[in-house]
């Protein structure tokens, strides 16, 4: 077991990381949002979370005033919206991507310099490269920490619960193929946005995209069976192995599947209800 999650204490996770648990737990973020702190003498912030004075304090005491810039994984209301904040208090540079017009975004994301795929950040202590990971998020970063092979995975894989994909801005097939390009990567392990460390990273990847294909197979078979339905009734089917009160979320990623089975010519939409192509 690793060390237990705890607001506003800063626990070290790594020789060059410490993480810091925004006070916002919940049924979308778990134990709420880890905002990781990066290097010792100038220091990354990677996801300030809600806008939360206590939070930043807290982050403010463990950085004693090193923060030189300040990266965000998307602009979901859970892990950008400190950054306003952070950055009026520290005079850091906010790097991050353009919010996306749709989903539930932070419309406060001002970044002073726009994010870049594969773009490396580097400092005297560690480089830390961003990697454009859509699918939860049309914008969504994780980062890469080459010296500890460690990486920062936002929404894109959380411990402890599935991610939910959102249309329109969120997109299954996107989500697939930016875990699949993470295998191309020297990943070790993964610091998620919510929830503790993962050790064997290329066997969580692994275990993630079978999961979401062994939903899709789902979606298909029950198709099969019911001939054709709408979304709350292949919901029942689909996620009989999911507790009812996540199925409201649950519906989401549902809708995110049947968009890419369309895409891939497997199903058709006849108003409300989905079905097989012939
Ligand atoms: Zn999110």
Same mark, same amino acid.
């Given at each position: 077991?690793?060390?237990?999650?705890?607001?506003?204490?800063?626990?070290?996770?790594?020789?060059?990381?410490?993480?810091?648990?925004?006070?916002?737990?919940?049924?979308?973020?778990?134990?709420?949002?880890?905002?990781?702190?990066?290097?010792?003498?100038?220091?990354? #912030? %990677?996801? /300030?979370?809600?806008?939360?004075? *206590? &939070?930043?304090?807290?982050? +403010?005491?463990?950085? $004693?005033?090193?923060?030189?810039?300040?990266?965000?994984?998307?602009?979901?209301?859970?892990?950008?919206?400190?950054?306003?904040?952070?950055?009026?208090?520290?005079?850091?540079e906010l790097i991050a991507f353009e919010q996306p017009a749709e989903g539930f975004q932070d419309n406060t994301c001002q970044p002073s310099k726009p994010a870049q795929h594969r773009h490396t950040l580097e400092?005297?202590?560690?480089?830390?490269?961003?990697?454009?990971?859509?699918?939860?998020?049309?914008?969504?970063?994780?980062?890469?920490?080459?010296?500890?092979?460690?990486?920062?995975?936002?929404?894109?894989?959380?411990?402890?619960?599935?991610? #939910? %994909?959102? /249309?329109?801005?969120?997109?299954? *097939? &996107?989500?697939?193929?930016? +875990?699949?390009?993470? $295998?191309?990567?020297?990943?070790?392990?993964?610091?998620?946005?919510?929830?503790?460390?993962?050790?064997?990273?290329?066997?969580?990847?692994?275990?993630?995209?079978?999961?979401?294909?062994?939903?899709?197979?789902?979606?298909?078979?029950?198709?099969?069976?019911?001939?054709?339905?709408?979304?709350?009734?292949?919901?029942?089917?689909?996620?009989?192995?999911?507790?009812?009160?996540?199925?409201?979320?649950?519906?989401?990623?549902?809708?995110?599947?049947?968009?890419?089975?369309?895409?891939?010519?497997?199903?058709?939409?006849?108003?409300?209800?989905?079905?097989?192509?012939?």
């Open positions: 077991m690793s060390t237990l999650l705890k607001a506003g204490e800063p626990v070290p996770v790594s020789e060059l990381v410490t993480r810091v648990l925004a006070r916002n737990p919940g049924m979308m973020t778990g134990p709420g949002t880890n905002s990781y702190l990066v290097g010792h003498r100038e220091v990354a #912030v %990677i996801d /300030p979370g809600p806008v939360d004075e *206590t &939070h930043i304090e807290a982050i +403010l005491q463990a950085t $004693k005033g090193r923060i030189r810039w300040v990266l965000v994984t998307h602009t979901h209301l859970d892990h950008s919206p400190g950054a306003q904040l952070l950055i009026e208090k520290t005079g850091a400092t005297e202590e560690f480089s830390l490269t961003a990697l454009h990971t859509p699918g939860h998020a049309s914008n969504h970063l994780c980062y890469l920490l080459h010296a500890e092979a460690m990486l920062f995975t936002g929404d894109h894989i959380m411990q402890g619960s599935t991610v #939910v %994909i959102a /249309p329109t801005d969120g997109n299954m *097939t &996107h989500y697939l193929d930016s +875990l699949s390009d993470l $295998k191309q990567e020297s990943i070790d392990r993964l610091a998620p946005g919510h929830g503790h460390l993962i050790e064997d990273a290329t066997k969580e990847i692994d275990k993630l995209i079978s999961h979401r294909l062994m939903r899709e197979q789902k979606v298909i078979e029950a198709l099969k069976q019911l001939g054709k339905g709408d979304l709350p009734l292949l919901l029942k089917k689909v996620y009989d192995d999911v507790p009812i009160f996540l199925h409201p979320v649950a519906q989401l990623s549902l809708h995110a599947h049947l968009i890419r089975l369309a895409e891939l010519g497997r199903v058709a939409r006849q108003q409300n209800d989905w079905l097989l192509s012939e």
